[in-house]
Structures are given as C-alpha cells and as structure tokens.
C-alpha cells in the first residue's frame, strides 16, 4: 500500500499512501511527482493572473514572491 517516491530535491525518498484500488495492468507507482514549494508560481502569475514581468518583478522586489 505504501509507495517508495523520489524527491526532486535529491532528498531521502518519501513514503506515499498508494491508491488502494488495484486494476489489472495498472502500475503502483505515481505517474508524476508532486510540485515542489514556488515551482509553478511564476506560471500562476503569468498564464492563470494575467500579470507582466513588471508586476512580477515588483511582487518579488515586496517579498510577496520569492
């Protein structure tokens, strides 16, 4: 039931709870990782909140993003 995931960040692999439904031909393991803390915000901010590289350097700048 628990899953061995590596870390991106090269740390000490994660126990997961896997999907306690099992399929035939269905493997257990994840079939993607988790974001990392701030991976995507750039692209929130960008795509999702329509702002400019402007904006976002100011949010930076304030310590709202890092």
């Known amino acids: ?6 870390r991106p960040d090269g740390g000490a692999p994660l126990e997961i709870a ?14 993607r990782r988790w974001p990392t803390l ?5 692209s929130v901010l960008r795509d999702e909140l329509a702002l400019d590289e402007t904006e976002i350097e100011a949010l930076r700048e304030r310590g709202v993003v890092a």
């Open 38 to 42: 701030g991976e995507h915000t750039e």
């Open 1 to 6: 039931m628990l899953l061995s995931v590596d």
């Open 18 to 31: 896997g999907n306690p439904i099992k399929l035939s031909g269905g493997g257990p393991t994840p079939k």
